[in-house]
Each structure stands twice: as C-alpha cells, then as structure tokens.
Nanobody, 119 residues
Framework: QVQLVESGGGLVQPGGSLRLSCAAS????????MGWYRQAPGKQRELVAT???????NYADSVKGRFTISRDNNINTMYLQMNSLKPEDTDVYYC?????????????WGQGTQVTVSS
C-alpha cells in the first residue's frame, strides 16, 4: 500500500503563488509516476501535471508556464509550485501515485487540499 498526504493549500490573491506538497509513505519503492489532479464540485477530476520517477514531466495546457511539478525521491515528496494563480485555478487538488505492487498496477490518491484564488 501507498499513503499520500497533501499540504500547502490555502487562500491566495490572483497573481499570487502557492506550493503544494505530497508526502508518500508505505511501499514507496513501487511508485513510478506521480501527478497532481484537481476537481471542482460537480466536475470531473482533471489532470494538472505528472512526473515520472526519472523526472520527465507533462502539463495541462491551462497551467503550462505557470506551474512546475517536481519530486525529491530521497524524501519521497512531490511538489507543485503554482505561480501567477488565477481564480479559475480554484479547486481541490489531489496528488496521486502509480505503483506496481503484488504483481499489479494500482493508483493511489491523497485526501486533497483546497486551493482558493480570490481577491
């Protein structure tokens, strides 16, 4: 099993910055790719960014140039640096991890952290 705990959400003004963290524990050796998703009430969860164990990244078009995903494998933590935040970035942000464990792939999710961009 893999456990994920997000932190760093909060209220920020438009144009401001936040950094989200996602700490992984448990069977961390099995984790390959990790990512950030976000979800507004009544909407589908959408991809924000992903990062492989080797550091290759992928971003949603809506956040390219503003958000940066990174991970520190030494401390089993992933980050999302969010700059130039807009009101439309307001959502609950979830981290996830894909892991190959017990001969099967599984996807794990954190509990989510609220990000609110408002003046």
């Amino acid at each position: 099993q893999v456990q994920l705990v997000e932190s760093g959400g909060g209220l920020v003004q438009p144009g401001g910055s936040l950094r989200l963290s996602c700490a992984a524990s448990g069977s961390i050796f099995s984790i390959t790719a990790m990512g950030w998703y976000r979800q507004a009430p009544g909407k589908q969860r959408e991809l924000v960014a992903t990062i492989t164990r080797g550091g290759s990244t992928n971003y949603a078009d809506s956040v390219k140039g503003r958000f940066t995903i990174s991970r520190d494998n030494n401390i089993n933590t992933m980050y999302l640096q969010m700059n130039s935040l807009k009101p439309e970035d307001t959502d609950v942000y979830y981290c996830n991890a894909d892991a190959f464990l017990n001969l099967k792939w599984s996807r794990y999710w954190g509990q989510g952290t609220q990000v609110t961009v408002s003046s």
